[in-house]
């Protein structure tokens, strides 16, 4: 699925099945809410927190992953909401780094 296709996609869904789009600071404030999520996972399995329960670490990858899926849900409804084509911007978001960076990283001791 392309990022065009899934921005119709949710449009899609949000309009027959959601009903309609949340306004956009309550979008703005469920973003938050899954990245904390994410965020939450991250740090039990790739950080030093553990998790509460054993059975909680079973399907910890296939529950960030979800997670993930949350979080680009709702960055894809926001962006409906606003007008902003995703494809477009994230284009020009690497053009952007591509220039700006182009010479930071390879010179960045600590990346090597």
Known sequence: ?????AQQTVDNWINTIGIRY???LTNTAILME???E?????????GEQSFKK????????AQLGDEMADVLFVLI?????TGVDLTEALAK???KKTNRDAERHSGNEKLR
């Open 34 to 36: 899954e990245v904390g």
């Open 77 to 81: 409804c926001l962006a409906n909401q």
């Open 93 to 95: 978001n690497l053009e």
């Open 54 to 61: 054993a059975e909680d670490a079973a399907n910890a990858n």
């Open 1 to 5: 699925m392309t990022i065009k296709e």
């Open 22 to 24: 949340y306004n956009e």
């Open 38 to 46: 994410v965020a939450r996972l991250m740090a039990r399995l790739y």
